[in-house]
């Protein structure tokens, strides 16, 4: 049930500073139009990464959408995010060909290294760990993708190493 | 003639490195000031051997495989600086016997008659390959909307997204509805796991998706299109946005178009927010309506009352890539391929345990061994061919002793699988088939919309017997209960996801039968694929004692000394596979 998307627990980190008067065009863009519901939520999830509390009432009290209405809709979606995000988000891909490819050696490899559960954001917020349906890369499975780049034909150890390879490349 | 080289550069083969290989060719030109044009494409199907590069030059046309960017230098130094074309990495050519002549050899394309033939961001090329030719005739000879949707009809092309409904009828139906506005949809909404087709003919071939719905907003009267993609796919809807520009600035959109008097069309895409439900078409409606994609009860059908309330046609992305090659060849070219009651062809995504992953366009009738092992080139590693699932989460496992079934609409559904948008997943002897049927039951339970109950607490309560079953708690009468949710979920659903929900699991126990016994009466899992079924133990005659095991095992069941062999308490161990994966000598024993 897609019910199962609502994470109660926050992440635990303090409340991230958001500058909401950058939702102000997107608002101005799409405020009056039908159907904009959708577009006003990808815009505030494209802005800040997710969409914060303070963000859903803005956009609620400037556009007279109600707020369950947009909590109905950010929740039905598996592209929106109620909760803070690491830098980079990794997608492993669970799809068929990924499945029988095994895949879930990728995620519980990458869930040891990076100390965190399927959904969760480390805590420097570096890295946020996800589990999705399908990339449409089956011809190289299995897949991960980081930022735009995609990685296939992976071993557990394989994506560890470019984890952390990304990591060694920040820190430098 | 001038040299071409052309870079493959679709979603896979940039995964592969092409975007490395196409920039050390472009270094290369102009460091060395070579003679010769470099142009990209997108993926002709073979993604087993991405990246590809392809050279034409006076004697013909060369495709290269696995052009990495070491290779590409040594394939430029020999084949255009010495015109000495390397055999050893030609995958295909017309000249001499290469690996994959008989790949390209056994399709017929019609679908992706451009996909790694052209460059898809180019208007022009595509012009130069009878693109928007269709909807010119039709503009020129003043072809009547019904002339046009009986042409379609005669074609005997039916909805390529998985429903099969013959796409015809559905434009006679909305052309038949009069309104001042009306629409046309393109569903580009794959969510099937293991289906790619769309997302290669979006990036390969852009424009003629657009001629397509062109084409059929004419027949209907629409005045409005949507292109609903899901957000996964950057590059299609990259590739996708440069077309409707390019199509405007030509004149191909926007008003009185292709001077047709009265003829007004714009497009502009939608992207989805992420919801398999999506792909229904009332709930793709009601997504681009800014709603929660929830199906509503049909009818009134979208034909009647879609986008807006107002009349509206939706097909899918490969259905819309057929209609200029019909409108253009004509229905009975298009019919001649095919079986009786599915015509034309239909694009196939390859992938799984089969050597050969990439996309296949066959004649309707071809038999899954054929598609498998001919144009699939078997299976990966010399395994035993086990099943291969079509359909995706709405399909299901057709088995080794079917693989003679033909591809077409009836044949397929006949096996209690569906043809569905193309997605074929090879799986080999490796393979469980309780653990497929689990995974693709965790899909629809995620993904079902909760609004009719039995598909809401029906997936969920199957999922649960078949965790029980793959974690050797099964028990007697589980297959009963299956059987007994499936039917009631089946019968009870609103929408296709709900309606279909069951099959996976309805096929697999089906024909793998004895396979659910095993793990019900036996505990054992002869795929060994279910982890809490399958015992762990160490190899004494390989074991070199080195204690990574050890120290990773997180319960500390192994225990030995340095350089002796280790052992594995059974009481202990939690079955985690840690040792398993850990282990550099292959030492631990699955049983």
């Known amino acids: 049930m897609r019910i199962s998307r609502i994470n109660r627990n926050e992440t635990g980190s303090s409340p991230v500073e958001q500058d909401l008067s950058l939702l102000d065009p997107i608002i101005a863009k799409n405020k009056g139009k039908k159907g904009n519901l959708i577009p006003l939520l990808q815009g505030a999830q494209e802005l800040f990464g997710f969409i914060s509390k303070p963000a859903f009432e803005k956009l609620s009290r400037e556009t007279g959408i109600p707020l369950s209405d947009m909590y109905g809709v950010a929740t039905f979606y598996a592209q929106f995010r109620l909760n803070p995000v690491g830098k980079n988000i990794i997608k492993v891909c669970h799809g068929t060909a990924c499945h029988v490819q095994n895949a879930v050696e990728i995620s519980e490899s990458l869930e040891e290294v990076l100390k965190i559960k399927d959904g969760q954001t480390t805590d420097d917020r570096f890295f946020t760990l996800e589990s999705v349906a399908c990339l449409g890369c089956c011809s190289l499975a299995p897949v991960m993708m980081i930022g735009d780049q995609t990685y296939g034909k992976l071993t557990g150890n394989e994506a560890v190493k470019i984890v952390k390879n990304i990591r060694l490349a920040e820190n430098n | ?591």
């Open chain 2, 1 to 591: 003639m001038i040299t071409t080289v052309t870079v493959g550069l679709g979603s896979c083969g940039i995964a592969a490195g092409a975007n490395k290989t196409y920039e050390k060719i472009k270094a290369l030109k102009e460091t060395e000031k070579l003679d010769f044009n470099l142009k990209k494409t997108s993926c002709v199907g073979m993604c087993y051997r991405e990246p590809l590069v392809e050279i034409t030059d006076d004697t013909g046309t060369y495709l290269y495989g696995e052009v990495d960017a070491g290779r590409a230098v040594e394939v430029i130094e020999k084949h255009i600086n010495q015109h000495d074309p390397i055999r050893d990495y030609i995958v295909y050519t017309d000249l001499f016997d290469a690996p994959e002549n008989d790949f390209i050899g056994a399709q017929v394309k019609i679908v992706l008659r451009n996909c790694g033939y052209m460059d898809p961001e180019s208007i022009e090329e595509y012009e130069s390959r009878d693109g928007y030719k269709a909807i010119k005739i039709i503009a020129a000879e003043k072809t009547s909307r019904e002339m046009v949707i009986d042409t379609v009809l005669k074609s005997g092309l039916r909805g390529r997204g998985g429903g099969g409904f013959p796409t015809g009828l559905k434009w006679k139906f909305a052309n038949a509805n009069k309104s001042a506005d009306k629409y046309v949809i393109c569903n580009a909404d794959e969510g099937d796991p293991g289906a790619f087709m769309d997302r290669s003919v979006l990036e390969g071939d852009p424009h003629s998706v657009l001629e397509g719905m062109i084409i059929a907003a004419y027949a209907i009267e629409a005045n409005g299109g949507v292109i609903y993609c899901r957000a996964e796919y950057p590059l299609a809807i990259k590739r996708l946005n440069i077309a409707i520009k390019q199509a405007h600035d030509r004149g191909y959109l926007g008003k009185n178009i292709f001077g047709i008097e009265g003829f007004n069309l714009d497009i502009y895409i939608k992207e989805g927010a992420g919801a398999f439900v999506c792909g229904e078409e009332t709930a793709l409606i009601a997504s681009i309506e800014g709603e929660r994609g929830m199906p509503r009860k049909r009818p009134p059908f979208p034909a009647g009352s879609g986008l807006w309330k107002k009349p509206t046609n939706i097909n899918n992305v490969e259905t819309y890539a057929n209609i200029p090659w019909i409108l253009i060849h004509g229905a009975e070219a298009y019919a001649r391929y095919g079986t009786e009651k599915s015509k034309g062809t239909k694009v196939f995504a390859l992938a799984g345990k089969v050597c050969h992953s990439g996309l296949v366009e066959v004649p309707m009738g071809m038999t899954i061994r054929d598609v498998i092992f001919k144009l699939g080139g078997g299976i990966k590693n010399n395994k035993r061919f086990k099943a291969v699932q079509m359909g995706g989460p709405s399909g299901g496992c057709i088995p080794e002793f079917l693989s003679d079934t033909i591809v077409d609409y009836d044949s397929v559904n006949a096996t209690g699988a569906i043809m569905g948008s193309g997605g074929m997943v090879v799986m080999d002897e490796t393979t469980c088939m309780v653990d497929v049927a689990k995974f693709f039951l965790d899909f629809t339970c995620k993904e079902s919309c909760g609004k009719c109950t039995f598909c809401r607490m029906g997936t969920k309560r199957m999922l649960e017997i078949l965790e029980r079953i793959t974690n050797g708690h099964g028990r007697e009468g589980d297959l009963e209960k299956l059987e007994e949710l499936a039917y009631q979920i089946k019968d009870n659903s609103l929408c296709g996801l709900g309606q279909t929900a069951p099959n996976p699991v309805l096929t697999t126990i089906r024909y793998f039968r004895d396979e659910y016994e095993a793990h019900i009466s036996h505990k054992k899992c002869p795929a060994k694929v279910c982890r809490p079924l399958l015992t762990y133990k160490v190899d004494e005659e390989k074991c070199t004692g080195c204690l990574v095991c050890q120290k990773n095992c997180p319960v500390k069941a192994i225990t030995g000394e340095r350089k002796q062999p280790h052992h594995i308490d059974q009481e202990l161990c939690t079955k985690c596979g840690v040792c398993f994966s850990k282990c550099k000598f292959q030492s631990i024993l699955l049983s």
